[in-house]
Structure formats: structure tokens, C-alpha cells
């Protein structure tokens, strides 16, 4: 049986104000989680005082792909800890967008930033964990309905055009990728009639995935292996005995020689002193529509199984399900967890569903849900043991690209976490950054952003 949730969803939720993300919380009201089935059996909370090798914190893809990985590659049973419903965070919110990226710079932006070498080392590693990521969706246990026919990056705007063509230039000729670009007519022939539309990049390597269901795989995955996952345990306090970590939970204390962070946008700020301020939560927020009738997918002209964002810097990203003729879209939306539920945010994403594709202008909605990205600030995730006198490692800061990548960052910080060393790339080599002084202007900052966004992303 898998734990029932003992506290209600917080839809108001805010990882920089509250101390823990709950305790026992029931999982957002999602779509995914809805048309998952059942979650499966998992271990209980924490009810006693327990020894153990390895804590993971945080049960979502990282987390779990980091135990599975410990279990397979290192002989290591680890106790993965979970504050409330397995994978409650992103894990089951996001777009399934399963995309060839890691961290929100493209590839030009890796050249920009460490020249070609190091550019193409990280390009190899996202092609290793792309293989990693579909071997795992074809496990037995796994198999979250993958459709892998690619990714579509839409341009809402000419100018956006001409940035496609040119990445996709970069793609060609310095990584050898075999990126190309759609003219809209192409797009519309071969993928779907998005009236903003006016050309695309495509991205042969792009794999959709049913999010929760991904997620409930690998926790049969990594229970199959020995793992215990323990939701309804959030880890309430932390603190260092002897060559022991005492990470304190309701129901015990959880005494690890090691410890594995994977709390991403649920980070709080008092886990500890090394995770402080290292993470920018950012909200998404995500609709479904109701089933759409066979006149509004001909309208929309949904052909293949690729996925959709478009090159705002406020992207939209969006697909087709088609196992349920439902439509999926979401974009960035409230700065606040306070101002979530805030009808604006939905009306926005209306809005836009609605000059995408105008048959879907007003349709009734089935499901509204949102989810706390993290961002890294320098946009770049880390995989790091932040402290040689510690034996605290983590795996953060994707930027809402982590569906795919998480995969090898669990066997990354698995590694890691068992004494192997990583690859000379930037993401293994360095503590994730800080804003130092800035650290209370954040939010402040991130409202005067978003207008900028906005505006950019609005010109003709
Ligand atoms: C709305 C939305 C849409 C997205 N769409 C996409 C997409 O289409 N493609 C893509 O690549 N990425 C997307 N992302 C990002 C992607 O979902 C994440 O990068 C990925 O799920 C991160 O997994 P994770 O395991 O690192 O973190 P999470 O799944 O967020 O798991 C972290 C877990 O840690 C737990 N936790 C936190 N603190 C404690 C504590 N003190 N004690 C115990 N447990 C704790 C939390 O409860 C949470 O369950 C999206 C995110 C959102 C919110």
C-alpha cells in the first residue's frame, strides 16, 4: 500500500518562507497524478530511530535515480526521505518534456561561457544521459507511456526565427547534431498548427513522458533493488555526531554517514548552511483541457508525437497527449507562493492556449496546478560534494529542464557519493552560486524581470 497523505495540498506553498515543504502533504491536483493509477507501495514514514549508510533527501527523479544507482553501480542500500507524498514536488507537476539539455543555456550559450572543448564535453554528457534516460524508461517496472518522436522549438516571433536557424547552425557544424530548421509551412505539415508559429528548430532527440508515471516507476524500480523510501518524513533538522549526520523527522532520527541533497525548488532555506540561498524557486504553472472533440485536434492540426515550447524568454511549453486528446500548457506565472492561486496567472495561460490555437480559445479546463522550478544563478545545474571535510553531496538547479537530465544526475551524485571521481565539466567542478548581497532583493528583482521578459518576448 503506498502512505495516504495525513495534511491537505498547499496551493500557497513558498520554499523561501516556509521551513519545510509540509509534512504528509496530499500531492498537487494534477492531471499526471490523476491518470497514474494507484502510487504504488512504498515503505512507510521514519518511525523509530535508524542507522544507515546513504540518506537521500527528496523523493523525485533525482532522488530516486541517485538510490537506484546506488543500489546497482555500488552495492549501496540507501533510505531515500521524503517530506510528503513520493515524488510530491516537480516530479509529478512538470510537462514530461523529456529535452536534449541540461541547465536553461543553450549550447551557443556553453561556448559563450567556456569555449568549444568544454562545450562539446558537456553536449557528450547530455548524449550519455539521454541513453541513460531512455534505458530506464524501458525498464519493465518503468515504461511511462515514452512517445520519442522529438522536440519542437517554436518560433512565436521572426526575429525568433533567425535566433533558431542560428543555433541550429551551431548544432550542425560544432556539434555534429542533427538539429534542422522547419519552415512554418514544414511545421505545419509534419507536427501541428500553432497560428503564432513562424518556423521552428527541430530536435530529433525528445522524449514525452507521462510525468507521475515515471516517477511511480522508479519507485518500483528502486524498491525492487532494496531501496526504502519513506515519505511523510521531512527532514526537520540536520546536524553532525561524531562521523554521523543526525537528520531529524517526525517519527526519528535518520543517523547517515553520507547524505544526498535532492530537494531542488523545495529547498528551504534552514536545511543547511551549504544548500543557503544556492537555488532561485521560480513558479510554473500548467493546464489541461477537457478531451478535445476530432473538429479541434484537425484545427490544431496535431500529427506527430513531438513536444512543443516556444523562444520566449517566458516560454510556453505544450503538447498533445494523445492517449487522451487532451491538451497540456504552461508557462512561468506568479512571484509569490501567495499569489499562486491568483485567477491572472490562469487567465494568462488561457490566453495564450487561445492565440496558439484558436478552436481552443475559452475551452473548459480540467485541471490547474503549479510547481516550484529551480533555477541555478548562473542558470546551470551542480553535482558536487560542496564541502571535502563533508560527506554532503548534491544535485540541484536544473531550470526546468531536469525531466531527462535528472536520470544521469542521480547516477552522477550516486558516483560521487561512493568516492568515484566526475568528468572535467564545469557542472562537477564548483559549489552552486550565491547573490551574496542581492539575496534579499531577489524576489524584487525577479517582478522587474518578468516586465522585461514580457516586453521582449511581446515585440513584433
Ligand atoms: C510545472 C512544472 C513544469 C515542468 N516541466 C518540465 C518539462 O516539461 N521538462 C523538464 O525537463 N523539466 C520540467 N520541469 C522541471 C522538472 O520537473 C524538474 O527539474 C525535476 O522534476 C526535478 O526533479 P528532482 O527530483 O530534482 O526534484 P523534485 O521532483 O522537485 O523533488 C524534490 C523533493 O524533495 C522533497 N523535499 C524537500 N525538502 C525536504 C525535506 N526537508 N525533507 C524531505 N523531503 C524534502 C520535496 O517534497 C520534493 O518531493 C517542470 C517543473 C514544473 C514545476
Request: proline letters at 6%; glycine letters at 10%; hydrophobic letters at 40%.
Amino acid at each position: 500500500m503506498s502512505t495516504a497523505p495525513q495534511t491537505a495540498y498547499d496551493p500557497l506553498y513558498d520554499p523561501l518562507k516556509d521551513a519545510t515543504p509540509g509534512h504528509g502533504r496530499e500531492y498537487a491536483p494534477t492531471y499526471w497524478v490523476d491518470s497514474a493509477g494507484p502510487a504504488p507501495e512504498d515503505d512507510g514514514p521514519i518511525r523509530a530511530d535508524v542507522d544507515v549508510e546513504v540518506a537521500v533527501i527528496g523523493s523525485g527523479y533525482t532522488g530516486l535515480s541517485a538510490a537506484v544507482h546506488l543500489a546497482r553501480d555500488h552495492g549501496i542500500s540507501a533510505v531515500v526521505l521524503e517530506a510528503n507524498r513520493v515524488a510530491f514536488g516537480c516530479s509529478t507537476r512538470n510537462g514530461g518534456q523529456g529535452q536534449f539539455a541540461t541547465g536553461r543555456l543553450k549550447r551557443s550559450g556553453w561556448i559563450d561561457r567556456w569555449g568549444v572543448d568544454i562545450a562539446r564535453g558537456m553536449h557528450a554528457e547530455c548524449m550519455e544521459a539521454f541513453d541513460l534516460f531512455r534505458s530506464l524508461l524501458a525498464e519493465p517496472l518503468v515504461q511511462p507511456d515514452a512517445v520519442d518522436d522529438g522536440h519542437i522549438y517554436a518560433a512565436h516571433r521572426p526575429w525568433a526565427l533567425e535566433k533558431l536557424k542560428a543555433e541550429v547552425q551551431v548544432l550542425n557544424d560544432v556539434f555534429n547534431y542533427p538539429a534542422k530548421v522547419l519552415t512554418a509551412e514544414e511545421t505545419r505539415e509534419q507536427h501541428f498548427f500553432d497560428r503564432e508559429c513562424c518556423g521552428a528548430q527541430f530536435e530529433p532527440d525528445g522524449v514525452a513522458v507521462h510525468p507521475a508515471k515515471y516517477a511511480f516507476g522508479l519507485l518500483r524500480l528502486a524498491r525492487s533493488l532494496g531501496v526504502k523510501v519513506h515519505p511523510s518524513s521531512p527532514v526537520q533538522g540536520w546536524r553532525r555526531q561524531g562521523d554521523r549526520y543526525i537528520l531529524s523527522t517526525p517519527g526519528g532520527d535518520v543517523r547517515a554517514k553520507r547524505v544526498i541533497v535532492a530537494t531542488a525548488g523545495y529547498t528551504a532555506p534552514g536545511l543547511h548552511a551549504l544548500t543557503r540561498h544556492r537555488l532561485f524557486p521560480i513558479l510554473s504553472n500548467s493546464i489541461v483541457t477537457r478531451p478535445l472533440s476530432d473538429d479541434e485536434i484537425a484545427d490544431c492540426g496535431f500529427k506527430s508525437g513531438a513536444f512543443y515550447t516556444d523562444t520566449r524568454i517566458l516560454r510556453h511549453y505544450y503538447r498533445f497527449i494523445a492517449s487522451a486528446k487532451r491538451v497540456q500548457i504552461g508557462s512561468r506565472s506568479a512571484v509569490y507562493g501567495r499569489d499562486a492561486a491568483n485567477p491572472k496567472h490562469l487567465a494568462r495561460l488561457r490566453g495564450a492556449l487561445g492565440r496558439k490555437f484558436p478552436a481552443l480559445d475559452g475551452i473548459d479546463l480540467d485541471y490547474s496546478w503549479w510547481g516550484w522550478v529551480d533555477v541555478g544563478h548562473d542558470m546551470m545545474p551542480r553535482i558536487f560534494k560542496p564541502d571535502a571535510n563533508e560527506h554532503i553531496y548534491y544535485s540541484l538547479a536544473y531550470g526546468g529542464n531536469g525531466v531527462m537530465y535528472s536520470a544521469q544526475a542521480g547516477r552522477r551524485v550516486a558516483a560521487l557519493c561512493a568516492g568515484q571521481a566526475m568528468p572535467a565539466l564545469p557542472i562537477f567542478q564548483s559549489v552552486l552560486p550565491t547573490e551574496g548581497v542581492l539575496t534579499p532583493f531577489r524576489r524584487l528583482g525577479q517582478q522587474l524581470l518578468y516586465i522585461w521578459y514580457f516586453t521582449n518576448d511581446e515585440r513584433p
